[in-house]
């Protein structure tokens, strides 16, 4: 890859993860499951819960079973865990995360056309923009229900970038777990992990191109001279 060639000069396009990177719903489900698994006498690690972000809900379920061990009732978790969940965010709502208003006006300011690609169906997507005050904010808008398979699958990614007319390689994404970045990667969009809460494993950052702390650190991306190590110039071997 040529100097003049740094991915960024060639980006059309941005696709963001919803769930922990445009809205801080991630919160919400840690209080909505480890409630739930303890009004059935199961204790839910918090970081076990942090594990399963960017999980499709299927996932989510088999993952939790397993935990729980023999006789978990999954049928009455789901339904306690979607009561506390909506109680929740009837009551505190659900936050934007920070930097994501002046992301989106520094889309808009560069005509770059941008869309969500979330692992959530589309009724639950549709609640959560709702509830962060962002239903219009997305123009386009591509959820599990919409595609073969959900992260860490590229589907939505490709989804996403055939909706937007763009091919993948000049799409940026936006993501914060390890489903998410290996889903971006593996689609073949320049993958950024944005994700200054915790510490990103070895997997995440092998697939990300690039590992920010914020939405704040993206906008300066653009401005940055392209690296002159030539290995850092290499795509990234996809796994």
């Known amino acids: 890859m040529r100097q003049t060639d740094y991915p960024l000069t060639g980006i059309k396009a941005a696709i963001l993860d919803m769930d922990g990177l445009a809205i801080d719903t991630e919160a919400t489900y840690v209080a909505a499951w480890r409630g739930a698994a303890a009004k059935l006498g199961v204790d839910l690690d918090e970081a076990f819960c942090q594990s399963l972000f960017g999980c499709h809900a299927e996932a989510v379920n088999r993952r939790i079973g397993n935990y729980a061990g023999p006789g978990f009732d999954a049928q009455r978790f789901d339904a306690l865990a979607a009561q506390i969940w909506h109680r929740h965010i009837e009551i505190h709502g659900i936050a934007p995360m920070p930097g994501l208003e002046n992301l989106l006006r520094f889309f808009r300011e560069r005509n770059l056309p941008y869309a969500l690609a979330t692992n959530s169906e589309a009724r639950f997507a549709a609640i959560c923009l709702d509830r962060s005050g962002l239903a219009h904010r997305f123009p386009l808008i591509v959820t599990r229900d919409q595609v073969a398979?959900?992260?860490?699958?590229?589907?939505?990614?490709?989804?996403?970038?055939?909706?937007?007319?763009?091919?993948?390689?000049?799409?940026?994404?936006?993501?914060?777990?390890?489903?998410?970045?290996?889903?971006?990667?593996?689609?073949?969009?320049?993958?950024?992990?944005?994700?200054?809460?915790?510490?990103?494993?070895?997997?995440?950052?092998?697939?990300?191109?690039?590992?920010?702390?914020?939405?704040?650190?993206?906008?300066?991306?653009?401005?940055?001279?392209?690296?002159?190590?030539?290995?850092?110039?290499?795509?990234i071997r996809l796994r």
Do not use: M
């Open 149 to 235: 398979q959900g992260k860490p699958a590229p589907d939505l990614y490709l989804e996403a970038a055939r909706r937007l007319g763009v091919a993948p390689s000049q799409c940026l994404a936006l993501e914060d777990s390890e489903a998410g970045i290996e889903s971006a990667a593996t689609a073949g969009t320049f993958a950024i992990l944005v994700n200054g809460r915790r510490q990103a494993s070895q997997r995440e950052r092998g697939f990300a191109r690039r590992h920010v702390a914020s939405l704040h650190e993206v906008p300066p991306l653009w401005n940055e001279e392209a690296p002159t190590d030539e290995a850092c110039l290499r795509p």
